[in-house]
Structures are given as structure tokens and as C-alpha cells.
């Protein structure tokens, strides 16, 4: 199983707003892929102009295929949006650990 997280932080709260539909259309898009697990965008609790990013895929392979989808309106909000800061990591893992259930 790949995990893929990361933050993007935007210049301001304004800017945030600018991309919100863009990044709501991209999780959309992204859930319905091969191999996808899991994926969501999030804004933090304690900044809001960071937005977080957590994935979870079934494979390399199917991240991989899912990274070469051509999504315009994805492309066109990161060569646009006043980001100040992006990183994005995959971590290959096993199996999940339940932590808390309720």
C-alpha cells in the first residue's frame, strides 16, 4: 500500500478560497481511479491558508497510472495558485494498524 501526504500553503485565505472548487474537483476525480483507497484534501485547524493532502493507494503502479491522468484543471490551479509552499511525499507501507474505533 502507498501512502501519500503532503501540505500546500497558500499566500492567504482569500487565495485559498480562489482554488477550493479546483482541489474539491480534483479529490473527486482522484477517488474514482484504479487502486484509489482513499483520497482527500483537508485545510489545517491551526493555519488556514494550508491545505493537507493524505492518499491512499493500492500499489506504485496504480499511484503511477493515476499521476499520468492528464487533469487540466489541476495543472492549470498549481502553474496559478500563489502557493508559498508544497510538499508532497509516498511512503510504501503494509498493512493498516487500527489505532481507535469507535
Known amino acids: 500500500m502507498i501512502i501519500v501526504t503532503g501540505n500546500l ?5 482569500e487565495e ?14 482522484s477517488r474514482k481511479d484504479a487502486g ?10 491551526e493555519d488556514p491558508t494550508e491545505i493537507r493532502l ?3 493507494w493500492e500499489s506504485a503502479e496504480l499511484l503511477q497510472a493515476h499521476l499520468e491522468i492528464p487533469d487540466e484543471e489541476f495543472g492549470v490551479l498549481l502553474s496559478t495558485a500563489k502557493i508559498t509552499t508544497a510538499t508532497i511525499v509516498s511512503n510504501d507501507c503494509g498493512e493498516d494498524q487500527l489505532l481507535m474505533q469507535r
Open 9 to 13: 500553503k497558500l499566500e492567504s485565505v
Open 54 to 56: 493524505t492518499e491512499k
Open 16 to 29: 485559498l478560497a480562489s482554488v477550493r472548487q479546483a482541489l474539491i474537483g480534483r479529490a473527486q476525480r
Open 36 to 45: 484509489c483507497l482513499d483520497y482527500a484534501f483537508s485545510q489545517s485547524l
